[in-house]
């Protein structure tokens, strides 16, 4: 049996690794409304619908089930769960909601520069209950001015997914943590007749949200550099970290499937948990859908090094995908603060949140086991207490920044540039987007 790990045994931890990043309390199904009325005390009288707007389209189906539950405890509370996700943009969807009249009353926002974009439009939730478990890494992306206006989600991370029982067929008996380990991994890999990366570089998503920010997070001050790129005194050109990262990404479409711009997620995780491939760069989102096609598969979590350097190149990259915010200029704002606070302190909620949800919370009142969270998420944690983390990065960009990054990514894996052309471009996208 796995050792169990209650997050609340290591909170101390985390306060210590706040700093580093910039990725739901009591247990009672009864949750309090604003009124202070609880869940089996709502009066009848008229419905109000909320609506709900969010991108994580790997819960969609928990989400409809946990729907069905609240609208039993609040039946004078409609829930409308709309979800835009996967290879959509979830951003230009939101604004076109907005400019139609059509807004949220809850809807995804990653923080940082996203929660400056939406400033005007948030509902200040510092005094929401589940403010005060809140672990302090999860709380910075949507805190300004020491005021909070997201609940995060929870904690996620990525790098290498790896297949542990297709690298001991191939003689791998230390796992990969340099960039020279990784390579002669895949090598042997593909001596052994198996296809090393399992590569869904369709995915804009996948190279240019999430992958480039470890170029990002390895800078030596990533917050000055992200500074110096807005004012124009950094460059990504002849910068030594994307040097190794069009390196790295080099590398994996060389010991890849074929057609990998063509290769979309689904196909992806299919390939992977079918056994096609060994590795994919992927996170604790992708473990529901891996044990979907093959339950209790064998496998863990590699970094993406960049370097021959272990101290530097294994680590994992940790951040809040997602928060959830409250609209302020909806009518229901008061219903949708109740419906956050059900998700987070309620047990059906909580249960969902781990086990369903397959999440690392974000909040030291839910407590997760490594059973609840599967093999990726207990891989992720342990690098999250080894203090073995890099910040997810990709929150900081200009707005559309990761969608340009993602096409010209692609172009690169294409052969239609070189590194240098690679960068170049990359620098050119940053500059046309940045205020």
Do not use: H, R
């Not at 009288?45 to 409809?64: D, S």
């Not at 994919?280 to 979590?301: F, H, K, L, R, S």
């Not at 606070?341 to 249960?351: A, F, H, M, Q, Y």
């Not at 200009?398 to 052969?415: K, L, N």
């Amino acid at each position: 049996m796995k050792k169990k790990n209650k997050l609340t045994v290591v909170l101390s931890v985390l306060m210590s690794m706040s700093l580093l990043l910039a990725a739901c309390g009591g247990g009672n199904n009864a949750a309090k409304n604003e009124s202070g009325n609880t869940a089996g005390s709502a009066n009848k009288g008229e419905i109000k619908t909320v609506k709900i707007f969010q991108f994580k389209t790997e819960i969609v189906e928990g989400l409809n089930e946990l729907k069905v539950e609240f609208e039993k405890e609040y039946p004078n509370i409609k829930l409308d769960i709309q979800t835009v996700g996967g290879g959509a943009d979830y951003g230009a969807s939101l604004k076109t909601k907005f400019a139609s009249g059509d807004a949220p009353d809850i809807f995804s926002n990653g923080g940082y520069s996203e929660m400056e974009m939406w400033q005007d439009k948030l509902e200040d939730l510092s005094d929401q209950p589940w403010v005060k478990d809140l672990i302090p890494l999860a709380a910075q992306p949507m805190t300004k001015d020491g005021k909070i206006y997201g609940m995060p989600m929870n904690l996620e991370g990525f790098g290498y997914i790896y297949n542990k029982d297709l690298f001991a067929k191939a003689g791998i008996t230390e796992t990969p943590k340099t960039y020279s380990e990784l390579e002669a991994a895949a090598k042997k890999l593909k001596d052994a007749g198996i296809t090393p990366f399992a590569n869904a570089y369709q995915e804009w998503w996948l190279i240019g949200n999430q992958g480039i920010s470890v170029a990002f997070a390895q800078q030596p001050n990533v917050d000055e550099f992200i500074k110096g790129l807005n004012e124009g005194t950094a460059t990504m050109v002849g910068n030594e970290k994307f040097d190794n990262w069009a390196k790295l990404m080099k590398l994996t479409v060389d010991y890849g499937n074929k057609n990998p711009l063509t290769t979309d997620y689904n196909t992806q995780v299919t390939m992977f948990a079918n056994g096609e491939a060994a590795m994919m760069q992927e996170g604790n989102w992708a473990q529901t859908m891996i044990d979907g096609i093959t339950p209790n598969m064998n496998i863990g979590v590699l970094p993406m090094p960049l370097s021959d350097d272990p101290a530097e190149s294994d680590k994992l990259t940790i951040g809040i995908p997602a928060n959830l915010v409250v609209n302020k200029d909806s009518a229901v704002k008061e219903e949708a603060k109740t419906f956050l606070n059900w998700l987070v302190t309620s047990d059906i909620g909580k249960e969902y949140i781990v086990k369903k949800f397959k999440f690392i919370p974000a909040l030291s009142s839910i407590e997760a086991t490594s059973e609840d969270m599967g093999a990726i998420g207990t891989e992720l944690w342990n690098y999250i207490q080894a203090d073995k983390i890099y910040a997810l990065q990709s929150s900081k960009f200009p707005d559309g920044v990761a969608q340009e990054f993602g096409s010209v990514i692609q172009q690169y894996i294409a052969g239609k540039s070189d590194v240098k052309g690679w960068e170049e471009n990359m620098q050119a996208a940053w500059d046309k987007l940045k205020k």
